[in-house]
């Protein structure tokens, strides 16, 4: 076999695998959501398909795809169609260029836990998650709906206005850790300081800021509570989704944990050290762990998402954008220009 | 290019040269935070709201007429389903005008006065509940509607323990109760209450400091205490402007004389002071129930008039006069004389005015309801013009309103 | 000059009304503890200003409007104003007659805007015209709707109910084939 077929094999294998992980992983995270915030709730949650409603997300998934797919009469049909295509495509493309796992070794063949290790990754990420906004504005405005405009209107100012934050709070780590591959930034936090501290990027003198900044700008850019304006179901009935069904909501519905999975597997790569973790035991298990770190890490990420949505109430619009505007990226900026005065101190 | 526009107030069609353009946003009948079918016209300027006009009547079912047609206990029934949040203000409202209608004012015993304050502002909490819950649901806070629900189911059972039905009790009678409360009942209550402010406190803990609740509550949908009275808000929302006005204090009924609480009012006028208002109103709901819980006092049930209460059944059984006056109540129906009486009673929601009139027949010439939704819902407009979209939901949800009192 | 009922013999609202407007006071009513004034239709806008104007009075809040249906009594209809004084805790009831021929009376909406809505609704359901009404729409039935379902001859299913026309109901067809 020659090396490039065996890398088009194997890149083609692990994108499948990721896919298919990934698409599972969403649906139990929808399983997780509801149990999670049931019992905050003091109630039971899905509980009757399956074993504590473990195959309540299959039973959903089914629903969705044999439900009758409506498009409305005054619809824009084809920008209907296209937009949840465009919300959803990049979402799933973000996901490839993080690290999920250490090297691992099986028989001959080395296998990196990382569709591929692109030297810009982090701006590959930023580049495809922005085009996503057109698949929330132009479903918002295609769906010919009042409410689903006004949804469409606020996403697209929401999200431009946060992913300005965080870009910017992105910036110091990479002014710390000096590249752009995700790769790298995980390899660089290996080790431990005084062998207790783990050299997470969390505990790097100015990052705790940026990852304040960052994880609030992420909770606002999936649309999430307490910045879920786009979809406030209490004042645009279901915002820019209101006229979707079937399986064109399913692709929105997708593209929203998706999006939460992605910005918790960027939290935990740039600021949690990625899949690092202790590793002891035989080799296959040294493989393994990382694996397991890495995905708890997210876990992590997400109860606390979840945690969020049973807790706190809703932003108002104005209040949203001047939240934005005039607190994280004035304090994003700031945290660039100290992370820049202490990098430059260390050199 | 000159647009024409169809202006909701006047019904006229108009051109719009020369204005800003704006876009008419048809809030309801059919939408997760207008409380029912409540339709709220909007015009908006981006999201600011120009207009905002109300559109009743989705829920029109023509209570008023119906009563007509059935006799004074007929009619009871009909009571429920006006604000089925407060079926008991309601029944007592009702019962208390057909009372004073019979002048039996004076005739309830004593037992009977308790039980009615117990279940009334136990219903008072019930419905402050839903508020609560549905409030904080359209800003946004989920948890807070389970829990709120949590406290009223156990509400709804004691109403289940004491009258049979949950949502539509039909309990109270002329001169009294239909029948003694299980012997179990006072326990089980005194339990709950005893429980109660602790629950009151963890919703707060979700609320009342929370920065964000704060910002989306404080300085919106603001009225004048002047604007508050001469638009006829009654009950929490007027006091929340700094008029203290509780009809339980100022023209007290049903001895609520004898109870020690105390009226909330702050004087913002906004929907976080109404919200304060209610939650420390809960507070002191729960401080009337252990009052009427500790003094409740034994003996009869029934006021012993029996041109109008329904004697008692074992009496009626022995007694040749008895059973002629069940006789004659049961087949024609009590005659109230002839007369009309207005009588309003502090119902969760603000002021609950009953009208009947009376021909002397056995049926009301006319039974009219005062309902505090159908006035306070008047104050809508002035509190959401020139906000926003989202400060019409948090104001909608401050003013507790009930659409089957609205449309009747 | 009107007569007064002994237990109000002594009122002072009553006196201070009749002071002022003596003859358009047509009768004083007590009954069950409550005090109707009965006024003259034309007046009963002056009634309403000094009610909430004086200061001696100051009723300043309007509890409720209503209508009541007085068939087949002369004069048909009634308006009642329930006013409230917040400051005294003390209710009084207005009251104008209004015959069917005439069926109009002049709107209070200047002196407590609240009585918009409930003027509103006893339009809607009497048929009586509130004058120089800001607003004087249906509020409870639809804007199309035939008949006011508060009178006394309005039949109780309605007019299509109680007499269905011979030919197949278009317009609210799927009520009219409720009964059947």
């Known amino acids: 076999m020659s090396e490039f077929s065996s890398f088009l094999l194997g890149t083609t294998i692990k994108c499948i695998v990721v896919i298919a992980v990934l698409i599972g992983a969403v649906a139990y995270t929808t399983w997780l959501e509801r149990k999670v915030v049931a019992h905050l709730q003091i109630r039971w949650g899905p509980s009757r398909v399956g074993w504590h409603g473990l195959l309540q997300p299959i039973a959903d998934v089914l629903k969705l795809l044999l439900k009758e797919d409506m498009t409305p009469g005054q619809a824009?049909?084809?920008?209907?169609?296209?937009?949840?295509?465009?919300?959803?495509?990049?979402?799933?493309?973000?996901?490839?260029?993080?690290?999920?796992?250490?090297?691992?070794?099986?028989?001959?063949?080395?296998?990196?836990?990382?569709?591929?290790?692109?030297?810009?990754?982090?701006?590959?990420?930023?580049?495809?998650?922005?085009?996503?906004?057109?698949?929330?504005?132009?479903?918002?405005?295609?769906?010919?709906?009042?409410?689903?405009?006004?949804?469409?209107?606020r996403s697209s100012a929401q999200m431009i206005s946060y992913e300005l934050s965080l870009g910017l709070s992105v910036v110091s780590v990479l002014l710390v850790t000096g590249t752009l591959s995700l790769g790298q930034i995980v390899d660089l936090q290996g080790g431990r300081w005084f062998g207790i501290i783990p050299k997470w990027n969390i505990f790097v003198f100015p990052l705790f800021i940026s990852f304040f900044t960052y994880f609030v700008s992420a909770i606002a850019e999936t649309n999430r509570l307490p910045f879920d304006l786009p979809e406030a179901e209490n004042e645009l009935v279901a915002g820019f989704h209101t006229e979707y069904s079937s399986m064109k909501f399913g692709m929105f519905f997708l593209t929203e944990y998706i999006n939460m999975i992605t910005v918790s597997a960027i939290a935990t790569t740039l600021f949690f050290g990625g899949w690092h973790g202790p590793t002891f035991g035989p080799l296959w298990l040294r493989g393994i762990l990382p694996l397991f770190w890495f995905v708890s890490k997210i876990v992590a990420f997400l109860l606390f998402y979840i945690w969020t949505r049973g807790t706190l109430p809703r932003f108002r619009y104005d209040q949203l954008m001047a939240f934005g505007w005039k607190f994280l990226v004035p304090l994003s900026l700031a945290n660039v220009v100290l992370t820049s005065l202490v990098v430059a101190w260390r050199a | 290019?000159?647009?024409?526009?169809?202006?909701?107030?006047?019904?006229?069609?108009?051109?719009?040269?020369?204005?800003?353009?704006?876009?008419?946003?048809?809030?309801?009948?059919?939408?997760?935070?207008?409380?029912?079918?409540?339709?709220?016209?909007?015009?908006?300027?981006?999201?600011?709201?120009?207009?905002?006009?109300?559109?009743?009547?989705?829920?029109?079912?023509?209570?008023?007429?119906?009563?007509?047609?059935?006799?004074?206990?007929?009619?009871?029934?009909?009571?429920?389903?006006?604000?089925?949040?407060?079926?008991?203000?309601?029944?007592?409202?009702?019962?208390?005008?057909?009372?004073?209608?019979?002048?039996?004012?004076?005739?309830?015993?004593?037992?009977?006065?308790?039980?009615?304050?117990?279940?009334?502002?136990?219903?008072?909490?019930?419905?402050?509940?839903?508020?609560?819950?549905?409030?904080?649901?359209?800003?946004?806070?989920?948890?807070?509607?389970?829990?709120?629900?949590?406290?009223?189911?156990?509400?709804?059972?004691?109403?289940?323990?004491?009258?049979?039905?949950?949502?539509?009790?039909?309990?109270?009678?002329?001169?009294?109760?239909?029948?003694?409360?299980?012997?179990?009942?006072?326990?089980?209550?005194?339990?709950?209450?005893?429980?109660?402010?602790?629950?009151?406190?963890?919703?707060?803990?979700?609320?009342?400091?929370?920065?964000?609740?704060?910002?989306?509550?404080?300085?919106?949908?603001?009225?004048?205490?002047?604007?508050?009275?001469?638009?006829?808000?009654?009950?929490?929302?007027?006091?929340?402007?700094?008029?203290?006005?509780?009809?339980?204090?100022?023209?007290?009924?049903?001895?609520?004389?004898?109870?020690?609480?105390?009226?909330?009012?702050?004087?913002?006028?906004?929907?976080?002071?109404?919200?304060?208002?209610?939650?420390?109103?809960?507070?002191?709901?729960?401080?009337?129930?252990?009052?009427?819980?500790?003094?409740?006092?034994?003996?009869?049930?029934?006021?012993?008039?029996?041109?109008?209460?329904?004697?008692?059944?074992?009496?009626?059984?022995?007694?040749?006069?008895?059973?002629?006056?069940?006789?004659?109540?049961?087949?024609?129906?009590?005659?109230?004389?002839?007369?009309?009486?207005?009588h309003a009673i502090e119902a969760p929601k603000g002021e609950l005015g009953y009208y009947l009139v009376s021909d002397g027949g056995p049926k009301p010439l006319r039974m009219h309801i005062r309902g505090p939704s159908f006035v306070n819902l008047q104050a809508l407009a002035t509190m959401c013009e020139g906000r926003l979209v989202a400060d019409v939901v948090a104001v909608i949800g401050s003013l507790d309103i009930v659409l089957g009192e609205i449309d009747r | 000059m009107v007569t007064i009922p002994p237990p109000l013999e002594n009122n002072s609202t009553v006196k201070?009304?009749?002071?002022?407007?003596?003859?358009?006071?047509?009768?004083?009513?007590?009954?069950?503890?409550?005090?109707?004034?009965?006024?003259?239709?034309?007046?009963?806008?002056?009634?309403?200003?000094?009610?909430?104007?004086?200061?001696?009075?100051?009723?300043?809040?309007?509890?409720?409007?209503?209508?009541?249906?007085?068939?087949?009594?002369?004069?048909?209809?009634?308006?009642?104003?329930?006013?409230?004084?917040?400051?005294r805790a003390e209710r009084l009831r207005l009251k104008v007659r209004i015959s069917e021929k005439d069926g109009k009376v002049t709107s209070v909406t200047s002196v407590w805007p609240t009585a918009n809505w409930h003027e509103r609704e006893v339009f809607d359901l009497f048929g009586i015209v509130f004058e120089n009404h800001p607003n004087l729409r249906r509020i409870l039935c639809p804007d199309e709707w035939n008949g006011h379902p508060l009178r006394k001859d309005y039949p109780m299913l309605g007019y299509e109910e109680a007499a269905p026309s011979p030919e197949p109901p278009t317009k609210r067809g799927w009520y009219s084939t409720l009964s059947d």
């Open chain 2, 1 to 342: 290019m000159e647009t024409m526009r169809f202006n909701l107030e006047s019904g006229q069609v108009e051109s719009t040269a020369g204005k800003a353009e704006t876009m008419i946003l048809s809030m309801g009948p059919q939408h997760p935070s207008t409380h029912g079918v409540l339709r709220v016209v909007l015009e908006l300027d981006g999201e600011t709201v120009i207009k905002a006009s109300p559109d009743i009547g989705y829920l029109h079912t023509g209570m008023e007429k119906l009563s007509e047609t059935k006799t004074y206990a007929q009619v009871l029934p009909i009571t429920d389903r006006t604000d089925y949040l407060a079926p008991m203000s309601n029944n007592l409202g009702y019962i208390m005008a057909v009372e004073k209608l019979c002048g039996l004012q004076n005739e309830i015993p004593l037992r009977a006065q308790y039980v009615r304050v117990i279940m009334v502002e136990l219903n008072r909490i019930a419905s402050h509940l839903v508020w609560l819950g549905t409030h904080a649901m359209d800003i946004g806070a989920m948890t807070v509607f389970l829990y709120c629900f949590r406290e009223r189911e156990q509400i709804l059972n004691f109403f289940e323990a004491a009258c049979g039905g949950r949502l539509t009790t039909s309990y109270f009678r002329v001169g009294g109760l239909p029948s003694e409360i299980p012997p179990d009942l006072v326990p089980r209550i005194q339990k709950f209450i005893k429980e109660f402010p602790g629950r009151v406190d963890e919703y707060e803990t979700l609320l009342t400091k929370n920065p964000i609740w704060l910002r989306r509550t404080q300085g919106v949908g603001t009225i004048s205490a002047q604007n508050a009275v001469a638009i006829g808000l009654s009950g929490p929302s007027l006091r929340a402007t700094g008029v203290d006005y509780d009809i339980r204090k100022k023209e007290p009924y049903c001895g609520y004389e004898k109870f020690e609480f105390r009226v909330p009012t702050r004087t913002e006028g906004d929907v976080y002071a109404r919200y304060l208002c209610r939650v420390e109103e809960l507070r002191q709901s729960q401080k009337i129930v252990q009052q009427a819980l500790d003094g409740l006092p034994g003996g009869p049930i029934r006021a012993d008039c029996p041109k109008y209460v329904l004697p008692d059944r074992n009496k009626m059984k022995t007694e040749m006069e008895t059973l002629i006056h069940h006789y004659k109540i049961i087949t024609e129906g009590i005659h109230p004389p002839v007369g009309e009486v207005y």
């Open chain 1, 76 to 153: 824009s049909k084809f920008l209907y169609v296209l937009a949840p295509l465009i919300a959803f495509v990049p979402a799933a493309l973000s996901i490839t260029v993080i690290p999920f796992g250490n090297v691992a070794h099986f028989g001959s063949q080395t296998v990196r836990f990382q569709i591929t290790d692109l030297n810009v990754g982090i701006l590959f990420i930023f580049a495809v998650t922005s085009v996503g906004v057109y698949g929330v504005a132009l479903g918002g405005w295609a769906s010919n709906n009042k409410y689903s405009l006004m949804g469409g209107l």
């Open chain 3, 16 to 87: 201070r009304f009749v002071e002022k407007f003596g003859d358009a006071l047509q009768e004083v009513v007590y009954f069950q503890g409550e005090t109707t004034l009965v006024v003259e239709k034309g007046r009963i806008l002056e009634f309403c200003q000094f009610a909430r104007g004086d200061d001696a009075l100051q009723f300043d809040s309007l509890a409720d409007l209503t209508g009541v249906d007085r068939m087949p009594g002369e004069p048909r209809f009634e308006v009642n104003y329930h006013l409230l004084c917040l400051s």
